[in-house]
């Protein structure tokens, strides 16, 4: 059984910054995309930022040069750096990854969410 588990989410001051975490466990054989997306109140989930196994990037435009995603491939985690938050950046972000297990094939993975909540 494959788990994504999120931390680091809370309430910051606009201006200020968080850095969540993702861990995947489980029997895992190989994570090739790995990605968080969020999803505010009465919106759709977005992608926020995504790295490739051999560490390419894509960030929504909206968070371009303030936010930072990386991973650590030994650990199965990813992380997200998020600094000069704004109140638009309110929202849940989920961890998403792409995964191989023994005896199955590639399959999305969504961990249960962390709230991040930026005051104005």
């Known amino acids: 059984q494959v788990r994504l588990v999120e931390s680091g989410g809370g309430l910051v001051q606009a201006g200020g910054s968080l850095r969540l975490s993702c861990a995947a466990s489980?029997?895992?054989?190989?994570?090739?995309?790995m990605a968080w997306y969020r999803q505010a109140p009465g919106k759709q989930r977005e992608l926020v930022a995504a790295?490739?196994?051999?560490?390419?990037?894509n960030y929504l435009d909206f968070v371009k040069g303030r936010f930072t995603i990386s991973r650590d491939n030994g650990k199965n985690m990813v992380y997200l750096q998020m600094s000069s938050l704004k109140p638009e950046d309110t929202a849940v972000y989920y961890c998403?990854?792409?995964?191989?297990?023994?005896?199955?094939?590639?399959?999305?993975?969504w961990g249960q969410g962390t709230q991040v909540t930026v005051s104005s």
């Open positions: 489980g029997i895992i054989l190989s994570i090739n995309t």
């Open positions: 790295i490739t196994s051999g560490g390419s990037t």
């Open positions: 998403n990854a792409r995964i191989l297990t023994f005896g199955s094939q590639w399959k999305d993975y």
